[in-house]
């Protein structure tokens, strides 16, 4: 079973700020099958990245996700007031549990 | 319109049984893998299990292995989630949520249900 652990658990930023979201996998994540997750409260989570640098359909170009292996990253260049959320990375690369990261929460400073 | 739309909020009691759904509507729903997503109050995510309404294949994580039971019927486009005998632990929202390409098995979910909140108390 592949543990992803997300880091930080929460980070503090203002809108226009850059925001660096860590997702570290306890093993290899095979062909890069790393997605990165949007929630908002009371909604459902929403598919931003997938393949670790491919951006979902109608995802804004500020979201870039990088990385392979063990290590990857999600990106949004400059913070806009409804990017304030948590974020989650998942593997599904290693069956038979697709798992998820405990999430990060992006708020205002 | 892509969408899966699930069944409406439950309340039950400890011991009972319960089986909620998730329809797809705008795709081939045969054609596309559906999982299950538990999320408990103030929780993260967790993976739960996923199915291939085409031909039935399921998958369990480990840790929902033999706790709920996966199943589909492909006629009316709707996957099931259900428990035999419900514990409080059990008690968090539930989603449903479709690969993102067709058959394939290593996918992200890109269309997600709008949850089913599930309460177990005494």
């Known amino acids: 079973e592949i543990v992803l652990t997300q880091s930080p658990g929460t980070l503090s930023l203002s809108p226009g700020e850059r925001a660096t979201l860590s997702c570290r996998a306890s093993q290899s994540v095979s062909s890069s099958y790393l997605a990165w997750y949007q929630q908002k409260p009371g909604q459902a989570p929403r598919l931003l990245i997938y393949g670790a640098s491919s951006r979902a359909t109608g995802i804004p170009d500020r979201f870039s996700g990088s990385g392979s292996g063990t290590d990857f990253t999600l990106t949004i260049s400059r913070l806009e007031p409804e990017d304030f959320a948590v974020y989650y990375c998942?593997?599904?690369?290693?069956?038979?549990?697709?798992?998820f990261g405990q999430g990060t929460k992006l708020e205002i400073k | 319109e892509v969408q899966l739309v699930q069944s409406g909020a439950e309340v039950k009691k400890p011991g009972e049984s319960l089986k909620i759904s998730c329809k797809g509507s705008?795709?081939?729903?045969?054609?596309?893998?559906i999982g299950w997503v538990r999320q408990m109050p103030g929780k993260g995510l967790e993976w739960m299990g996923i199915?291939?309404?085409?031909?039935?294949?399921?998958r369990y994580s480990p840790s929902f292995q033999g706790q709920v039971t996966i199943s589909a019927d492909k006629s009316i486009s709707t996957a099931y989630l259900q428990w035999s005998s419900l514990k409080a632990s059990d008690t968090a929202m539930y989603y449903c949520?479709?690969?993102?390409?067709?058959?394939?098995?290593?996918?992200?979910?890109?269309?997600w249900g709008q949850g089913t909140m599930v309460t177990v108390s005494s």
């Open positions: 998942q593997q599904y690369g290693s069956s038979p549990m697709y798992s």
């Open positions: 705008g795709y081939s729903f045969t054609s596309y893998w």
């Open positions: 199915i291939y309404p085409g031909d039935s294949d399921t």
């Open positions: 949520a479709r690969h993102q390409t067709v058959h394939n098995w290593n996918d992200a979910f890109d269309i």
